[in-house]
C-alpha cells in the first residue's frame, strides 16, 4: 500500500511516459529558483524545447515509436544539463529547460547549440532511424518577464519564431514577437468559435488509380473562412489548434461532417 502510495505521489509532479517533473512539479520549482535569483541578484533562462517532425514520426511509425522517440529525447537533453539545471516535459513533444543560477546570453546560446546538435543525430525508434530536428524559443528572467506564465509564453513565442525562420534553431524572445503572440491569440479565439458554431468547411480531393484511372477514395480537407479574418489557410490554424488541443475537436468535426 506504502508503494503504491508513493506511486501515485511521483505521478502527480512526473511525467508517466518520461519521468521527468510535469508542469505542476516545473512551477513548484520555478518559484525556488525565482526566490534565489531574487536574493542573489542573479537570473535565469526558460528554454522552450519542440521537435520538427515528431507528428510525421508517429503517423509513419505508429504511437509507439512516438513514444520511444520521446524518451531518447529525454536521456539526451537530461545528459546535457547540470545538476542544478532542470528537464520537463508537458506533454506531446514539448520539453521545457530551466537554466538555472546565472544564465548569460553565451552560455544560453551554448546549451542550446549543444542540444541542437544532440537531437539532430539519428534515433533509432521501431527498428528503424529516425532523423528529427528541433527548435528551440528562450526567455530570460527576469528581462522577459517575472512570473511563470509570462516567461513560458514568452519563450513560447520566440519557439515559434525559430520555426517560422526555418526551424533547427534557437531564437530569443524580443518585444517586437508580441504582435506575433496577440495575432495568435485572435487566431485561436475565433477558432473555438468556429468550432462552436461549426463554421469549418470540408473539400473532398479523390485519390485516383493510375491503373485504370477510377476513384478509389478521397481525402477529407478541412477550411476555413472566417467573417473577420477571411480564408485562414489550414498552415496558419491547423498548427494553433494543434498546440492548444483544438486538433481533437477539428478531427471530431472532420468525422461527423
Known sequence: RKRAEARIAHLALHDPLTELPNRRLFTELFLKAMSYAERAGDGFAILSVD????????????????????????????????????????????????????????????????????????????????????????AIYPKDGTTVEDLLRNADTAMYRAKADGKATCRFFEEAMDAALNQRRRLEGRLRTALAESRLDLAFQPLVSSEDGGTVGFEALVRWHDAELGTVPPSDFIPVAESTGLIFAVGEFVLRR
Do not use: C, W
Not at 55 to 76: F, T, Y
Not at 81 to 87: P, Q, W
Open 51 to 138: 521537435l520538427d517532425g515528431f507528428k510525421q514520426v508517429n503517423d509513419m511509425l505508429g504511437h509507439g515509436a512516438g513514444d520511444e522517440l520521446l524518451r531518447v529525447v529525454a536521456s539526451r537533453l537530461s545528459s546535457l544539463l547540470r545538476k542544478a539545471d532542470l528537464l520537463a516535459r508537458f506533454g506531446g513533444d514539448e520539453f521545457v529547460i530551466l537554466q538555472n543560477r546565472g544564465a548569460l546570453p553565451r552560455e544560453v546560446v551554448g546549451l542550446a547549440d549543444r542540444l541542437l546538435a544532440s537531437l539532430s543525430e539519428p534515433i533509432s525508434v521501431g527498428g528503424t532511424y529516425v532523423t528529427i530536428s528541433t527548435s528551440i524559443g528562450v
